[in-house]
């Protein structure tokens, strides 16, 4: 046996019996003829003591940092207790020791505060991994499919595997594929999510699916994608969207319960999709805090509830309000006293290329109640007063005012909300705030093919009112520029996404489920009969044969546990992940195959 | 809402209650002017009554068997019950009712015993899985599945995710391989266990991790296997072989306790490797019964630690025993009585090209205490005697003889063993019994290769005191008719398989952690530095910064499943499994894709 007791265990209650420990050297320091190591494994780190009488053995057996060592002794009590650790009060007074394995030393050291840059430690993962940082992600991780696993298992789940060599379909231009050896010139494809499969489980009567599993999506990575990325999978049937809001809901505040300690008994807020953009500018709002936008203009035909004058802004002759799609502005507290090199450099900002805006006006509103603007040349106090009344702007606020198309401006008005709250310390890692994004567009037209396509995927449901509108409309267009005007833009879907602090952490959607509603959606996006029975002919079969109400919805699980981490990058709460390019650095993958297997799948390069 | 409460839940209790219930009609049956549906979900089934007042809208809506239907009701007392299923004191009296989705008449009847074909039930795989008897085999393999997690989890085990886009390696022969986009010209290598991440997670520190997680293996495929399988898969630090056995035994144990309600509190037999083929001839044998096989010959040099005189067979002048490599017996408990027509059904039956054996040699051991044998003309009713005592044969019993070529002879008579106890009911599907199989030999030799092959995995360590042999002996041998006086020839792994009623239902091994040893190994394997450098350097890496001992197991999730419900084969436990030629014919994969996908991967076809 190795061990009696790990490093993480022994208490002042256990002075005097003899255990056995084995780990890792952490420190080894020297007090004249003593030396003391701190001895290291997952559970926690003990101190040892090695008396004077071991100094030989010792010098013939020095131990490093890292080395792998046994060690039998007594437990006693420490003279020098350590609070700070829960084994503090002991140590173990050596009798023998083991060197069970040596250690070079590390390319970087071992640290929450290492010096190794981060294709050091991808290369020597197995090191980082050791760090105390990357070691709670981990745990953090394990903790939240616990927590998710036992949930979804008392509310009567079951954990169905689904197959991982399936078929390429026409949503699966980023499919990655796998020629099979049995079936020359045939190719599986991995799955980009198990979406088809849950809904058969569904026709097949199982009610509740879920799966913790790897999905794959063979794309360009940004910082924050991976080839391979790991999805909370569940489906329910006989349910509408209020069913599966209470359910997941319920799912998120278990994980805030059990990983963060977090009891979460506020409603989540819903908001339609049409709310979040226009008081947004964005999908996804971080609702930890307010600084609404305020909307000047009148919106073009996607926000078919919204209205808003020009009152506020028109008449005054400015030409660069005038001329812009979009007028919009936030209101930003307590900042009205920015000096000009502060303003100007938040004008910077939103002129940097991804913003891309032209300028920022502002107005400053003074605590003595006047207003001071960088349009002021165009408007007198009164109507200033009126814009950032609008903007919800109080004494001692800055409004800041960004102008242009409409796409671009929402989007830079809504990564400026989001900065100022970063600067103003908004943002709290440790606060958790859930909304429900719902009633998102069906379609999303896309001008290069000239074609709608699924701004979810083509199994989404249309509202239960847009229905008859989907299936008496033909799809096609003959002209680009008038699809706004199509009766499909307006379609909503039955989709939901749920977000946290600003994230997309989950989304689905109430499906289709009747053969002719989803030929009829195979259409529009394009699809002719024949292609459509040939990559979902299983799929239009079921549902000839009973198939029930069903609805769903799938977490990132990546990015879920770097969220309750506080951490930016998934690639921090993944084992062994991949960098930019798709490479594993550490065994170095992708990588040249034999000939010989080339051969046998009769496949060339053509490099 | 779709549904108040399910087909499983409603109680005598529940009478009065007006209720909403949806799910599929399993029959409907017309007695009169009423009509009575049995409607079904995952849950169970409730019993409609449909009044005469809805007698119209039936005929206009007629129900049909799979229809998904909606209906609100009275929970009714029923006259006449059903004391077969837990809802059988009532019915629903329906009000009111709503077909959600018709059903075309399923391609075979969705029952126990179903009229469809294999072929036809893969095909229409989300019919076949509505089917009670699928429906119970994957409840059972989730019910496994929560039972493991449980276990490892209170055990200190996480469950931490290992890649699944890896590498491809030299004992990769059978990898599938995923080409790149990104990276042109290179491949990912699906993996067929995650063997090196979980040893990389103990040089990292993790101690305890699991996975049950889906591996893959491109090779022709049995009538029990497949191409994606699912282990769970498990290693451990500082631990020795009896620690892992310990540890997994309980597993196994708790897994009987909370699927099957079992309460396995025998201890779980032991074996060496070398016991179980020379007793059993094979190496996980089925040892719910006795029939041991008696060996009457001098064993080959594999088996070091046995002997067996020629006494009881010799000097008989009997060629085909004199000139045998191997004779083997066994005692067919009660079987003294067997007809000739028997006998000559059992030799047939050895004779076939799938056992090979020539002949059937065999003794009645009859009630009267004679002895009458095929081979009495070359032994007397003594010298009978002392054989069939040799196989433990008491009277009524009927000792079965084979002789010929060691390997071949002994696993005939290991298929033998195990059809005569089919035969005599010595197989329970209701009887488990675990056996761990020890001591495996480290090396087989590969006569065509002319090298040593790892039997386990080149990871796997020899027997402690086998190490020295390994270091200091040279795997070259010139010549390969020899290569069982080599010193590798009888190294004993440190490795262990699990065994349940005759199946390997896992295997593990003690691994090796040192550099050298590491390296010695695969030389041993005929694997150049610089190969080994290339494939495994991140591993020898690895073992240079501190690596633990450590060890682990995986067992074959499907097959588990399979034994413990009482099935042959693991098809049957898989939601969406995949036929001999590796395809799932329900999606129809592999397939065919696009020239532009080919084009993007840069690579070609060559069929």
């Known amino acids: 046996m190795y061990r009696t007791h790990t490093c993480g265990e022994l208490r002042i209650e256990n002075a005097g019996e003899t255990v056995t420990l084995a780990g890792w050297v952490q420190t080894v320091r020297k007090f004249g003829a003593i030396t003391f190591v701190d001895l290291r494994d997952r559970y926690g780190i003990t101190q040892l003591l090695f008396g004077e009488i071991l100094n030989d053995q010792l010098e013939a057996n020095p131990l490093g940092r890292e080395f792998v060592l046994q060690v039998k002794g007594k437990v006693s009590e420490r003279s020098n207790k350590n609070k700070n650790i829960p084994t503090g009060d002991i140590e173990i007074a050596v009798d023998e020791f083991k060197i069970l394995n040596k250690s070079a030393v590390p390319p970087f050291t071992i640290q929450d505060d290492t010096d190794g840059g981060d294709d050091l430690r991808m290369k020597y993962r197995y090191l980082d991994l050791r760090r105390n940082a990357v070691k709670k992600n981990l745990e953090l991780r394990y903790a939240v499919n616990r927590s998710a696993r036992n949930y979804l298992h008392e509310n009567g789940f079951y954990d169905i595997e689904t197959p991982f060599l399936?078929?390429?379909?026409?949503?699966?231009?980023?499919?990655?594929?796998?020629?099979?050896?049995?079936?020359?010139?045939?190719?599986?494809?991995?799955?980009?999510?198990?979406?088809?499969?849950?809904?058969?489980?569904?026709?097949?009567?199982?009610?509740?699916?879920?799966?913790?599993?790897?999905?794959?999506?063979?794309?360009?990575?940004?910082?924050?994608?991976?080839?391979?990325?790991t999805q909370i999978d569940c489906e329910m049937a006989f349910v509408e969207q209020e069913d599966i809001l209470n359910m997941f809901e319920g799912l998120a505040k278990r994980i805030f319960e059990d990983v963060k300690g977090i009891d979460y008994t506020d409603a989540v807020e819903r908001m339609t999709w049409e709310d979040a953009m226009w008081n947004y500018g964005n999908?996804?709002?971080?609702?930890?805090?307010?600084?609404?936008?305020?909307?000047?203009?009148?919106?073009?035909?996607?926000?078919?509830?919204?209205?808003?004058?020009?009152?506020?802004?028109?008449?005054?002759?400015f030409v660069v309000f005038d001329s812009a799609e979009t007028v919009v502005a936030i209101a930003a507290p307590g900042c009205s006293e920015y000096t000009r090199k502060q303003t100007d450099e938040l004008t910077e900002w939103v002129k940097r290329p991804q913003i891309g805006m032209k300028?920022?006006?502002?107005?400053?509103?003074?605590?003595?109640?006047?207003?001071?603007?960088?349009?002021?040349?165009?408007?007198?106090?009164?109507?200033?007063?009126?814009?950032?009344?609008?903007?919800?702007?109080?004494?001692?606020?800055?409004?800041?005012?960004?102008?242009?198309?409409?796409?671009?401006?929402?989007?830079?008005?809504?990564?400026?909300?989001?900065?100022?709250?970063?600067?103003?310390?908004?943002?709290?890692?440790?606060?958790?705030?859930?909304?429900?994004?719902?009633?998102?567009?069906?379609?999303?037209y896309d001008e290069e093919g000239n074609r709608w396509v699924a701004r979810h995927h083509p199994f989404t449901s249309p509202k239960p009112q847009d229905i008859e509108v989907m299936i008496n409309n033909n799809p096609a267009i003959e002209d680009a520029a008038r699809y706004l005007d199509h009766p499909y833009a307006n379609i909503k879907a039955n989709a939901y996404d749920i977000v946290l602090n600003g994230n997309e952490i989950g989304g689905g959607s109430i499906r289709i489920f009747q053969r002719e509603l989803q030929e009829k959606m195979f259409a529009a996006l394009g699809m002719s009969k024949e292609e459509a029975q040939h990559k979902f002919g299983f799929l239009l079969g079921a549902f000839e044969y009973g198939a029930p109400p069903h609805g769903g919805i799938a977490f990132g699980f990546d990015r879920l546990c770097a969220i309750l981490g506080g951490s930016e990058s998934i690639r921090d709460f993944i084992a062994f992940p991949k960098n930019n390019s798709g490479r594993d650095v550490m065994i170095d993958a992708p990588s040249t195959i034999d000939d010989k297997q080339l051969e046998e799948l009769q496949i060339k390069l053509d490099v």
């Open 283 to 317: 999908d996804k709002p971080d609702i930890r805090f307010e600084m609404k936008i305020a909307n000047l203009k009148k919106p073009s035909s996607v926000y078919v509830n919204k209205t808003a004058g020009n009152a506020l802004i028109d008449n005054a002759n």
């Open 166 to 229: 399936i078929k390429s379909t026409p949503e699966g231009a980023r499919d990655f594929v796998v020629p099979s050896r049995m079936n020359p010139g045939e190719f599986y494809a991995l799955p980009q999510s198990p979406q088809t499969f849950k809904q058969l489980l569904m026709v097949s009567g199982y009610d509740r699916y879920y799966q913790i599993v790897k999905c794959f999506r063979d794309e360009d990575l940004r910082a924050d994608r991976q080839p391979e990325f």
């Open 359 to 444: 300028g920022l006006a502002f107005i400053k509103c003074n605590t003595d109640g006047s207003y001071k603007s960088s349009i002021d040349k165009f408007y007198n106090g009164e109507r200033l007063k009126a814009i950032a009344d609008a903007a919800g702007a109080k004494a001692g606020d800055l409004v800041l005012i960004l102008a242009g198309n409409e796409e671009r401006t929402r989007k830079a008005m809504s990564e400026l909300r989001l900065e100022m709250a970063k600067r103003l310390g908004l943002r709290k890692d440790n606060e958790f705030k859930l909304l429900w994004v719902l009633d998102f567009p069906l379609f999303e």
